[in-house]
């Protein structure tokens, strides 16, 4: 973040903060979770947490079909197990108990977001009174920010309707908006505006708003992690990436002559690397309750195990034949975040109070797989290369 909005914060020409629903999908939707549940520290300060209507509508949406994804993923993955008799009947009927408890992805949903405006003491804008049609149709024909010059346009109308929302409720209280973004029509309208300012990164613009003490606590944490690491931070972190390996999605891509199917990668964590400059990379987020909260930036040194099962199309039965599976073992880096909560007597005699990994992901590549049993030279009478 640079100085001007750091000084603008400070003088409070920042009245309020806004979040773009492409923010709330980076973050997984994790409301009680990560950076999004730090979003809760304006419930005690005067800075406003503004959503506009268009944006809760989208994100209920994106809740809902997440939701709707993983009750119907739990009742397959019941029906697989149970197709393969790895549980009993008792069992079986147990589960299913328990999966007719889950709720409706719509009640859930609105109920999650009810909650997180609510821990927030965010205000819904209701755009469509505060939203003149003629202005954002002027926008739409002189091709204006949020619209594009090219592409299908009728796709920005939401981002228009949301801005010209924000803006208005800015000029209303005469005060200056912190908009947190990725999309570039956002970022060019608020470019703009003389009330609307920009940020990419939810970790930045909540670093702005923190306290001088949260500042060096963050600061500190970075010296100490170059010291010999005092704190024991790199090792707190492999505890953490170890027990929430999960938090990372990993998506593989490989060619081969057989079809195959991922079946599961596991990583295996070996070893944490921290930045050059770790001043630069760690970032307080939140303060308060005598601890700080500190986003930290690593790479993770992993073995990872992608495992696949793989089939052939029989074209005279006309059924897919089972070919095997393979397993295959890659040396991954990693890069990660986590939120580093520190208590104690901050920030001369900090400790490391607990750990939590950021929602991520990482690609891996491989090149030609085959099934485990073409690699084992055993199984053929010439070497197979």
């Keep these: 973040m640079d100085q001007q909005l750091l000084d603008e914060i400070a003088n409070d020409i920042?009245?309020?903060?806004?979040?773009?629903?492409?923010?709330?999908?980076?973050?997984?939707?994790?409301?009680?979770?990560?950076?999004?549940?730090?979003?809760?520290?304006?419930?005690?300060?005067?800075?406003?947490?503004?959503?506009?209507?268009?944006?809760?509508?989208?994100?209920?949406?994106?809740?809902?079909?997440?939701?709707?994804?993983?009750?119907?993923?739990?009742?397959?993955?019941?029906?697989?197990?149970?197709?393969?008799?790895?549980?009993?009947?008792?069992?079986?009927?147990?589960?299913?108990?328990?999966?007719?408890?889950?709720?409706?992805?719509?009640?859930?949903?609105?109920?999650?977001?009810?909650?997180?405006?609510?821990?927030?003491?965010?205000?819904?804008?209701?755009?469509?009174?505060?939203?003149?049609?003629?202005?954002?149709?002027?926008?739409?024909?002189?091709?204006?920010?949020?619209?594009?010059?090219?592409?299908?346009?009728?796709?920005?109308?939401?981002?228009?309707?949301?801005?010209?929302?924000?803006?208005?409720?800015?000029?209303?209280?005469?005060?200056?908006?912190?908009?947190?973004?990725?999309?570039?029509?956002?970022?060019?309208?608020?470019?703009?505006?003389?009330?609307?300012?920009?940020?990419?990164?939810?970790?930045?613009?909540?670093?702005?708003?923190?306290?001088?003490?949260?500042?060096?606590?963050?600061?500190?944490?970075?010296?100490?992690?170059?010291?010999?690491?005092?704190?024991?931070?790199?090792?707190?972190?492999?505890?953490?990436?170890t027990n929430q390996g999960h938090k990372i999605g990993f998506s593989v891509q490989a060619d081969s002559a057989f079809e195959f199917e991922e079946d599961v990668v596991e990583p295996d964590f070996e070893d944490v690397e921290l930045p050059d400059d770790p001043v630069e990379e760690f970032e307080a987020v939140d303060y308060g309750d005598d601890e700080v909260v500190v986003n930290v930036r690593g790479i993770a040194l992993a073995t990872v195990t992608s495992h696949f099962e793989f089939s052939k199309w029989d074209s005279i039965d006309r059924e897919s034949m089972p070919m095997g599976t393979g397993s295959f073992a890659t040396d991954e880096r990693i890069d990660f975040e986590a939120l580093v909560t520190l208590t104690g007597a901050i920030p001369d005699r900090m400790t490391i109070e607990s750990i939590e990994i950021l929602p991520g992901s990482h690609h891996i590549e491989l090149s030609e797989i085959v099934p485990d049993w073409m690699r084992d030279r055993s199984n053929f009478d010439v070497e197979y290369e």
Aim: charged share 30%.
């Design 14 to 241: 920042i009245g309020a903060v806004a979040i773009d629903t492409c923010v709330f999908d980076a973050k997984g939707r994790a409301l009680e979770t990560g950076l999004l549940r730090r979003v809760e520290q304006f419930d005690a300060s005067d800075v406003q947490v503004l959503i506009p209507d268009v944006v809760t509508r989208e994100v209920t949406a994106h809740l809902v079909r997440e939701a709707a994804k993983a009750r119907t993923g739990l009742q397959k993955a019941i029906e697989l197990a149970a197709s393969e008799r790895l549980m009993s009947s008792d069992a079986q009927a147990q589960l299913e108990a328990i999966a007719a408890q889950a709720g409706e992805p719509g009640d859930v949903s609105k109920a999650r977001l009810d909650a997180w405006l609510e821990r927030t003491r965010a205000h819904v804008l209701d755009t469509a009174a505060r939203v003149d049609l003629r202005t954002v149709m002027d926008r739409y024909f002189a091709a204006q920010p949020p619209f594009a010059t090219t592409g299908d346009k009728k796709h920005e109308f939401p981002d228009a309707v949301a801005l010209l929302a924000l803006e208005h409720w800015a000029e209303e209280h005469a005060t200056k908006v912190l908009v947190i973004s990725t999309d570039k029509d956002w970022q060019d309208f608020c470019a703009a505006s003389r009330r609307l300012v920009c940020v990419a990164d939810l970790r930045d613009a909540l670093g702005g708003f923190q306290t001088e003490t949260a500042r060096f606590a963050a600061r500190r944490l970075a010296e100490l992690s170059i010291d010999n690491d005092k704190l024991g931070l790199v090792d707190a972190l492999l505890d953490a990436l």
